[in-house]
């Protein structure tokens, strides 16, 4: 591995996904996904009082292989409101299992993601705002990232 | 003349009869960390009722196939949504506050060596031939 892109770190491996998901265009046309969440994908976070369509992402892993290829998941759940806006989130969550499809990129170590697990959020009880609609996407991930790899280049 | 015994049935029936009971003994860690975790409510404590610890709960072990499964779990929406985050209406903000999994996490080790420790119990108590 000789070229320290993105997986140069474990939040560069998250935008590297997270730039797939934005910028993807589904067959047959129509907007990117970035087009239809406003309010952004936002790193573990989301902003404080958010109105506008927008996805929280984050990274969990374990290490194997001596320590070299990282082997877990992208959580990713995607929210509207209000409640109305459910059809519009679960279109969106289509379009990201279409995006993760079989993909994988190996300009900067390798990144592959395979299955996931998804789920409609129920309406959750006070404190939560029930005017909120969810979908939540585990998505399978495996990477062997630069950050690592390259302490075993020759 | 010499003659062959063994007891592997004795030894798979044992195995097979006990992965349940280790199961349970395993899951029970795994109950138990989460109640800690959930005793002092998910915000400041103030509004900690004791309902969330006592509706963690686990199911009996069912065999699906040559495996034998339990879960771990809670009825209440009000867990889930705080475990996987939800927009809260009083604070204006995101909020997530996790118990269950870094529980898991947590107690993995644990749960292998009892659920271990059980199987051999049950695996020492055969009579030898």
Redesign the interface.
Known sequence: MTKPLDTNSLLGIFRLMRDRIMNFTPQGGGGTIGSLLPGGFQYI??????KTAHA?GRLGFRRENNGLRLEGTLEV?I?A?PRSKQEDVEHIADLMQEALLQWADARSGVVFSGGDVRDS??I??????RE?AGV?IVFDVVCWPYYLGKYVES | MATWKTNIPEINRVLLQSRGPALIVAAQILINAVKRGLRGGYTSGDFATGTSVNHVTRTDPVAIGDEMKLAVGTNL??D??WE???????????E?VEVWVPALHASAVQMKNAYGAYIKAQLARIRPL
């Open positions: 976070q989301a902003a404080d009082g958010l929280v759940q929210y409101r959020l129920p959750f009880p006070d404190p939560a705002d909120v939540r | 929406l009000y889930l949504m996987i985050g939800h927009h809260n209406l009083y604070t204006g903000r995101y997530r």
